[in-house]
């Protein structure tokens, strides 16, 4: 069955530092999410993304945060100068087309877990 | 602002035994709804989406409802082995992102 994978499963960065987290979503999927979890607490949506352009974000997202597909199979995230509060393990999501978003199930990957020093 | 909560926070039962978890949403807003199950450190796997327009949906030994008008959600699971030990997670959607309940932790003792 068709996965999303990311890399790396785990991450090490110094407070201050840019960091990337790659996905590779499911190959025909159209939309792409990325979600966090802090220890012990709930899963959050951080972004959507479609057609090349954001569709939702939350306010999680702020400035620090950006994401890129920068070609047909990979979809990234970037936080411009992590902060520790920013460690969590973080996940990527892909859905296929339907005339809802909401009509199709998110796949999630394994996720990366982050840990900033 | 979209709420989930689930309960009970966690749930033991021996195995063979028949169970339900529950899910409240605040906002009838919400479109449809998924349950994961999630294994530790790992990621979620999508078990059953739920749409606005059902009110039942069925894989296997699972069985979700979804009750719009009272805003819940219930993840009926028949003859539980102890393979289906894990965190249960339902999420709503409004719009593309989902809002996460905080999940039951299901154990299935032998």
């Known amino acids: 069955e068709p996965e999303v994978t990311q890399t790396p499963s785990h991450q090490v960065t110094q407070m201050g530092q840019e960091v990337i987290l790659r996905c590779v979503p499911i190959s025909n999927h159209l939309y792409f999410y990325w979600y966090r979890q802090i220890l012990g607490q709930k899963v959050e949506f951080l972004v959507s993304f479609y057609n090349n352009e954001i569709s939702e974000k939350s306010e999680i997202f702020d400035d620090q945060f950006s994401v890129e597909r920068p070609d047909g199979s990979n979809f990234t995230l970037k936080i411009r100068s992590t902060k520790l509060e920013d460690s969590a393990m973080y996940f990527c999501?892909?859905?296929?087309?339907?005339?809802?978003?909401?009509?199709?199930?998110?796949?999630f990957g394994d996720g990366t877990r982050l840990s900033i020093l | 602002k979209q709420e989930v909560t689930q309960i009970p926070a966690a749930l033991s039962v021996p195995e063979g035994e028949n169970l339900v978890l529950n899910c409240s949403f605040t906002?009838?807003?919400?479109?449809?709804l998924q349950w994961f199950r999630q294994d530790p450190g790992k990621g979620l796997t999508s078990l059953l989406l739920?749409?606005?327009?059902?009110r039942e949906q069925t894989s296997g030994r699972l069985n979700a409802s979804l009750d719009k008008s009272s805003g819940r959600s219930t993840l009926y699971i028949a003859a539980s082995q102890p393979g289906d030990s894990a965190t249960y997670l339902c999420?709503?959607?409004?719009?593309?992102?989902?809002?996460f309940g905080e999940g039951t932790q299901l154990t299935v003792n032998p």
């Open positions: 999420a709503g959607f409004s719009g593309s992102r989902l809002t």
């Open positions: 906002d009838s807003a919400i479109y449809n």
């Open positions: 999501a892909s859905s296929g087309a339907a005339e809802w978003v909401s009509n199709q199930p998110q796949h």
């Open positions: 739920i749409q606005s327009s059902q």
